[in-house]
Structure formats: structure tokens, C-alpha cells
């Protein structure tokens, strides 16, 4: 299943950040696909980095 994310790309607090890599691992870990707005920063890296990481 292809699923889209969009969420803020500005470095944020733990708070927000543990439950983006938790989401992220679940997505990869069950063999999904990412689709994403291409952003390197922020919540974004830290979903996408999560996914392929998995």
C-alpha cells in the first residue's frame, strides 16, 4: 500500500519526533511505501529516514 505523509519539515521537540520514527517503522516494517514531500528536515526526514530504516 502506498501511503502519503506530510507533516512539518522544521526541527521539532522529542515529543513529536518518537511518535513520527514509531509511525515510520510500522510503515516499513510491514512493507509499504512512502510517498512524501521530498523534505530532508524535520519530521519529514525523520518519517523517511524510519521507513528505510525498517
Known sequence: MNIC???SAA???AVYTEPAREFA????K??????W???DVG???VVADGVQGA
Open 25 to 28: 517503522e510500522l510503515i516499513g
Open 43 to 45: 519530521l519529514m526526514k
Open 5 to 7: 505523509v506530510f507533516c
Open 11 to 13: 526541527e521539532l521537540d
Open 30 to 35: 510491514r512493507g509499504h511505501s512512502l510517498v
Open 37 to 39: 514531500g521530498g523534505s
